[in-house]
């Protein structure tokens, strides 16, 4: 006994000391590939020398000789801190994730490849001006400097995941920079979803009035009414139900609700206390480790340039000069058009034109796959556009047999400019100049909010579709590809693109709200990302004559519901304070209690508060009990709720009330009924997830922001150390936007808001400060992972200088470029 003891304590022992020497061989192969910042480094490419100092939140400040130098220092310490993340980007934009991770991605590298946006990045290199030109080749010499380091001193692949997924980086080139100003087109794009959602939502609805309930328009100026989906295409089944594929974290395809939002909002010297003017902008994206954004400072021939970089860009996206700042939400502009296409029933290789049958455009694709056979695509295109797989958005169940759909949509062009615009808007020093420079936009359409040291304006960029005024579905819904009246006919003025120039009251913003109510085919978009922010927006900055920094920060960060404001009283009306009083542990008891929190509350989504919770518990409840019974298995794809919809069924506008009643139950339910029995289920809900102590509830246990990595994010073990979770206050119609994921089990993580926040005042430039939601460095290893996880979530800031002295002061290392 005492032998086969000693045995099984060496045994043990022996596999602990393994899987200590394990982690450790681990740790040490993963840890080589963490950049040394503090070195010289001898590359090809550069005139001179370049200097890459990290101030101490490890944000690159790039000083050279020549503009193309610094952009060669960009491109050097973009690879350095996020080459894993640049990767996977150009594997998703060119279709080729499953050669690294297998069938896993095969459907998304199909929809890239029928998509062929890296080929119109690459035909859209000629268009480029030269100044782009300089950029384009010197950012990409500099990423590729890194990438012979790396091979040369055996730096670990470059990155921990190489070495999981062992693949060779190809060296970068101009074309992939601009293909991911297109990569981030397709993750702001939302038009195409919303089409195949009101056609498929038109079928399911037994009265066609009730479409613009669920799907509503934004209050102002009506819509001239539609034809029904159905009368476009007959052959159709009346209800169109379907599944979608679970999202993989990978995809750069959004999720209804998650395509893009922001906040921008200026003063000009009217209207700020310091006498300069002040810009604020907080781009919104999904959430993940590492932050899309890469803090970065370029010091150009045209003055020094620091803010938001995404990897793989050679430009500042929002940031600021000594003479302007620029900050970008989504404009929402209806980029995007679906049509369905006819067959020729005699030849399927052909579909139906104006001008009679014609050939599809086709081109072979292969899709290489790890361990498994390769795959063939034929890619086809019509005049419209692509030919897109009916699984996309379940765009099957709403093509008639005999037909396909493909789409137009303006980040398809060849003859993209966006690149030469990002660059020539560093360079500007006015609004004026920015403006001009603005009309090279292209895709994604933004809103660009600016600010110079005495003017402040917003400019829609991107192009605008001009449409035929007897469109049949006014590019609302899919329509009949072979009509000339449906077709595009080209490219909106620039002129005519929405503008605000210094206004009246010396304050502008756009919290992705309705900029303009103008009447189709002049219209900008019928769908607009907001109608609730912009309330509490208006509300705050009214509610001071002058503005600062700091109240600018304070607005960013305010985390008080407008919409729970307006929408308690009225779905509460008939419930607050009524009924007997119930025995502890009841039903009827939680309900009161429930009730009672409710009413005393201000509406702050607070993240230590119980009450943001059931109000959001029961907002959710309450519309799947108002769809459910009309629109069955659809239901599934109204994730968020729609205060407009809320709003309209309590206020009985235009009969929507008929909502509240159930249609398969006898008796005829109120809209009182619907509210009690929501709160019920919410309070249900809650007990089996969060306990029974409504009193005890924090908003943030279910809050959580989700900045997970998105390859190894579910790794078990591996996603303690790479996943970043944060309680977090907020909410999804918030001014500190906190979009929920609505998927089930944990509807209300914050998958999705402001991964960037910069504040700008003119008459003290270096007092400006920015934070992004994760840190600088895609290493997981690196304490730079995830140093600025913390300040963000408190609501803190790092500054944002181009004082050069400042950024040397306790910098974590300068490395030092040296041409060979």
């Known amino acids: 006994m005492r032998l086969i003891f000693r045995w099984l304590l060496r045994i043990a022992t022996g596999l602990i000391l393994l899987i200590v020497a394990g982690i450790a061989l681990v740790y040490f192969l993963a840890s080589q590939s963490r950049p040394d910042y503090n070195r010289e480094v001898s590359v090809a490419g550069l005139t001179a020398p370049v200097e890459i100092v990290r101030d101490n939140a490890n944000v690159p400040h790039i000083f050279g000789q020549s503009d193309a130098d610094v952009y060669f220092g960009l491109g050097f310490a973009h690879a350095q801190d996020r080459l894993w993340q640049m990767t996977v980007m150009r594997r998703t934009v060119q279709g080729r994730l499953s050669e690294v ?71 970068w080139h101009p074309a992939d920079s601009i293909a991911m100003i297109k990569l981030m087109a397709l993750q702001l794009s939302g038009h195409l979803e919303e089409e195949v959602l009101r056609a498929r939502t038109s079928l399911m609805l037994d009265d066609p009035d009730r479409l613009l309930d669920i799907l509503p328009d934004v209050p102002g100026t009506g819509i001239a009414a539609l034809p029904e989906y159905s009368g476009l295409f007959p052959g159709l089944p009346r209800y169109a139900s379907g599944t979608r594929p679970a999202a993989d974290p990978v995809s750069p395809v959004p999720e209804r609700g998650l395509a893009g939002a922001s906040n921008a909002w200026a003063a000009d010297p009217t209207r700020s206390a310091s006498g300069g003017t002040l810009l604020a902008n907080d781009p919104h994206l999904g959430f993940s480790a590492p932050s899309t954004w890469y803090l970065a400072r370029l010091e150009l021939s045209a003055g020094g340039v620091i803010g938001g970089t995404i990897p793989g860009v050679p430009a500042i996206m929002t940031g600021r000069s000594d003479y302007l700042g620029w900050g970008i939400t989504s404009s929402y502009v209806d980029d995007q058009d679906l049509y369905i296409e006819q067959l020729n029933p005699d030849d399927p290789e052909q579909y139906l034109t104006p001008d009679g049958y014609k050939p599809f455009e086709n081109r072979p694709s292969i899709i290489q796959i790890k361990n498994a056979a390769p795959i063939t695509l034929t890619l086809r295109w019509t005049e419209n556009g692509p030919v897109l797989p009916g699984s996309l958005y379940n765009l099957g169940t709403i093509t008639p ?39 090279r936009y292209i895709a994604p359409a933004q809103n660009l909010t600016l600010a110079d040291r005495e003017t402040v304006a917003m400019q829609t960029v991107g192009a605008i579709p001009r449409r035929d005024a007897r469109h049949q579905s006014q590019g609302r819904m899919p329509s009949q590809g072979w009509r000339p009246e449906n077709r595009w006919q080209g490219r909106m003025p620039y002129q005519t693109n929405p503008s605000f120039l210094s206004p009246t009251g010396g304050l502008l913003g756009n919290t992705n709200n309705k900029t303009v109510d103008r009447p189709f085919p002049n219209h900008v978009s019928h769908s607009w990302g907001d109608t609730q922010r912009v309330n509490r927006w208006e509300r705050l900055m009214q509610s001071r004559q002058v503005h600062t920094r700091d109240s600018f920060i304070e607005v960013q960060l305010d985390p008080v519901s407008f919409t729970a404001r307006s929408l308690l009283p009225l779905i509460g009306a008939d419930l607050w304070f009524t009924g007997e009083a119930a025995p502890e542990g009841t039903p009827e008891r939680q309900r009161q209690i429930a009730l009672s929190l409710l009413a005393d509350w201000n509406g702050e989504m607070n993240e230590h508060l119980p009450e943001p919770l059931i109000y959001a518990a029961w907002l959710r409840a309450l519309q799947q009990r108002l769809i459910k019974d009309e629109l069955g298995p659809l239901a599934d794809e109204f994730k968020h709720v729609d205060p407009l919809f809320i709003e309209r069924v309590f206020r009985d506008v235009d009969g929507a009330s008929v909502w509240c009643d159930v249609s398969q139950s006898a008796p005829v339910e109120s809209c009182t009924d619907m509210a009690r029995l929501a709160l019920d289920d919410a309070l249900v809900w809650i007990a089996e997830t969060h306990g029974t102590a409504l009193e005890s509830l924090r908003w943030g246990d279910a809050h959580q922001a989700t900045h997970d990595h998105p390859i190894l994010g579910k ?81 803190e800031y790092i500054p944002m200088s181009l004082d050069t002295d400042l950024a040397r002061a306790a910098s974590v290392g300068v490395t030092t470029l040296i041409p060979q």
């Not at 047999?401 to 615009?421: E, F, K, Q, R």
């Open 401 to 439: 047999p005999g037909h396909v759909a493909s789409l137009a949509w303006t980040a398809l062009s060849p003859n993209d400019t966006t690149m030469s615009a990002a660059i020539a808007l560093m360079s500007a020093k006015t609004v004026a100049q920015a403006i001009e420079a603005g009309e």
């Open 101 to 171: 991770f297998g069938d896993r991605t095969v459907g998304i590298d199909r929809l890239l490849r029928r998509l062929d946006l890296y080929r119109a990045a690459q035909l859209s290199v000629e268009v480029q001006d030269e100044e782009t030109m300089v950029a384009l080749r010197a950012y990409a010499a500099g990423v590729n400097a890194r990438l012979t380091q790396i091979n040369e001193e055996s730096l670990g692949r470059g990155a921990p995941e190489m070495f999981l997924f062992p693949t060779p980086m190809a060296p």
């Open 715 to 795: 790794v078990p073990v591996l996603r303690y150390f790479v996943n970043i979770r944060q309680s977090t206050s907020g909410g999804d119609n918030t001014l500190q936007r906190g979009r929920t994921s609505g998927e089930d089990p944990a509807p209300f993580q914050n998958v999705h808001g402001a991964g960037f926040r910069g504040v700008y005042d003119f008459a003290d430039p270096d007092s400006s400060v920015f934070v992004i939601s994760t840190g600088q460095s895609g290493h997981f290893l690196s304490r730079h992972y995830d140093d600025q996880a913390q300040l963000w979530r408190r609501g």
